[in-house]
């Protein structure tokens, strides 16, 4: 509509709001239609630009891949090998959720499905083992859902997120990597708790539905061999394939031109591993090829082989609506380049709290304004991720809150991360909560219940966003350290685009500490019940650990130990005062 006003009214001594101005190219649209559909089709801004070059160089053969993976029985197999792994632990089915919806998640990429695949088998199973109907929604659609952000394959918008902030898509499944693990280590928390609480004890023994059979062998080799070559293309850096150690293992003939390194002749076979060593885009398709040859391995699949047909079709179903969602994003990218309307606002916006930081200083005060708007970017993405894929839902708040955050000394990527994250949460959270009303048709329990406890279980998703924004190094890549404002390419105060490890490991530390008072506080429970004051005394704590002062998270760390002290002691006593003669049941 701005546009369309625009185009008949122009800009001239018009509020900037009311009728934005351009805010690049081209300039005018001095020459009417014609101008008008030129650059709308044939501008990199324009509706078949690069949303749609996403669509077709990266993200198509992981949509192919995604839909094969769905098509082969490995999910089954999976649910087998988590049941399998986690049978010692307390929480059995729970966790096994988890861990099944973790791995089956990473190669298909969407909630619902992941929850309607792996659900079906473990929310019975976690109902059986003892947790409620609600608790057992919740956590599997909350594990389903971080299936987005569980390296190596992310899901679609992952890939979007790449090639936006032009950071190559082996640097985001690194920086996804602790994020994911602090998710997960938190879900697992959260059904240890809840374990305690209703006093569910381990099976310990290997069962016949654990055991696995040749089958399920094979199913496992067909998933986790493709995830392997995508990991081992990704990763390999394309100086390693003619003077690295793969040159040295072939035997590769090498010529040195001072301090550059070249190979005279190339293997068929290595000159393909080079051209492929790197690329999201061709580590997909070859792991699309290397699934549909195993595929063969499968005695159902070549009984039918149509249902490689049919998993290929599939996937062009999906591409063509992903293209359809992409091209209404393009048109509102197309609006706000156009008119720089994102670009008003944001400096309007900083030069405002910039203004107001130096009115009323105060220590923090600048962060503090940081900490408003990632909470605004979250409240906008959550609102508008409601019901939406999770691509859609990042972009429309990347493109309109994205330079506010850069604006504020965010860096990019740190900034596109962080709609991300909260672009996949808006899943379990309701009153749209898709992933979790897929849950409950499954538990058989209230939608909206379900989702209030699959946010309660999934709380971390919502808090470590607010942690690396602040706390960049956890991303585990430079382009996470960058000053935005910097026009040299410098790096934000304080970082250098390295990784140190002491520092960081202590950073962990905290956060792991921090994720444990968390996790007991929502399930109320620790070794014994928690009552109101100590779980609002946890959240505090928990707090005050991940602050940035040492002076204030040194106080956290010092509450912490004393409340978890005091806590192991009362709870001991409860203990020997429930085995004491007088508290012991006589038999009959």
């Known amino acids: 509509v701005t546009v369309f006003v625009w185009y008949f009214h122009g800009p001239d001594d018009i509020s900037k709001y009311w009728v934005t101005k351009l805010g690049g190219e081209p300039r005018q649209l001095t020459d009417g239609v014609a101008n008008m559909r030129d650059i709308l089709t044939n501008s990199s801004a324009g509706l078949l630009g690069r949303f749609i070059s996403i669509t077709m160089d990266i993200i198509f053969p992981y949509v192919i891949l995604g839909s094969l993976f769905g098509a082969s029985a490995g999910g089954r197999s999976l649910i087998k090998l988590a049941f399998l792994m986690t049978r010692k632990l307390r929480g059995g089915p729970a966790h096994a959720a988890i861990c099944s919806s973790a791995m089956f998640g990473t190669i298909s990429g969407g909630p619902v499905v992941n929850v309607l695949s792996t659900g079906v088998l473990t929310i019975p199973m976690i109902i059986k083992r003892g947790f409620g109907r609600a608790f057992a929604g919740g956590v599997e659609s909350a594990a389903s859902s971080g299936g987005q952000i569980m390296p190596p394959v992310m899901g679609v918008a992952a890939f979007v997120l790449a090639a936006i902030t032009a950071v190559p898509y082996s640097s985001v499944i690194v920086a996804a990597a602790l994020p994911a693990l602090a998710y997960f280590s938190a879900l697992f928390l959260t059904v240890v708790f809840q374990a305690r609480k209703l006093k569910i004890e381990a099976y310990g023994e290997i069962t016949e539905d654990m055991l696995l059979s040749r089958e399920d062998k094979i199913n496992l080799f067909m998933i986790f061999a493709p995830l392997a070559l995508i990991l081992l293309l990704l990763l390999t850096p394309k100086e390693a394939v003619t003077c690295g150690w793969i040159g040295n293992l072939f035997g590769v003939e090498q010529v040195f031109t001072g301090s550059v390194c070249t190979s005279a002749k190339l293997p068929w076979v290595l000159e393909i591993l080079e051209n492929s060593a790197g690329d999201a885009s061709s580590a997909g398709w070859w792991a699309a090829v290397l699934l549909m040859i195993l595929f063969f391995l499968d005695k159902e699949m070549r009984a039918r082989p149509s249902k490689l047909f049919y998993a290929l079709c599939d ?171 910097s026009k040299t390419g410098a790096f934000l105060p304080g970082y250098d685009g390295e990784i140190h490890w002491g520092p960081l490991s202590w950073l962990c530390a905290r956060i792991a500490l921090a994720l444990y008072f968390v996790a007991s506080l929502l399930a109320s429970f620790d070794r014994m019940r928690i009552a109101a004051p100590e779980q609002i005394l946890r959240g505090l704590i928990a707090l005050l650990v991940i602050w940035k002062l040492p002076e204030v998270y040194w106080i956290g760390i010092a509450l912490g130990a004393i409340v978890l002290l005091w806590h192991a002691r009362r709870a001991k006593k409860t203990d020997m005062d429930e085995s004491s003669p007088d508290g012991e049941i006589q038999p009959d």
Not at 346 to 375: C, K, P, Q, Y
Not at 392 to 417: C, D, E, K, R
Not at 422 to 432: G, L, M, R, Y
Request: glycine share 8%; charged share 10%; aromatic share 12%.
């Open 315 to 485: 996937a062009g179903e999906l591409l063509a609506s992903l293209s359809l969602m992409l091209l209404v994003v393009a048109v509102i990218d197309f609006s706000l380049n156009l008119t720089g309307l994102a670009g008003y606002i944001a400096g309007d916006v900083v030069h405002w709290m910039r203004a107001t930081s130096e009115t009323f200083s105060f220590g923090g005060g600048e962060n503090l304004f940081v900490f408003i708007s990632l909470l605004v970017t979250m409240l906008l993405a959550i609102l508008l991720g409601m019901g939406m894929p999770t691509v859609p839902a990042y972009l429309n708040v990347a493109l309109l809150m994205g330079p506010l955050l850069i604006g504020l000394g965010v860096a990019m990527f740190t900034a596109h991360m962080f709609v991300f994250y909260f672009a996949v949460a808006s899943a379990i959270t309701p009153p749209v909560a898709i992933a979790a009303f897929a849950a409950s048709s499954i538990s058989k329990t209230d939608p909206m219940v379900t989702g209030v406890a699959a946010v309660k279980a999934g709380i971390v998703m919502f808090i470590i966003p607010y942690i690396f924004a602040f706390y960049p190094e956890l991303l585990l890549i430079k382009e996470a350290q960058l000053d935005p404002n």
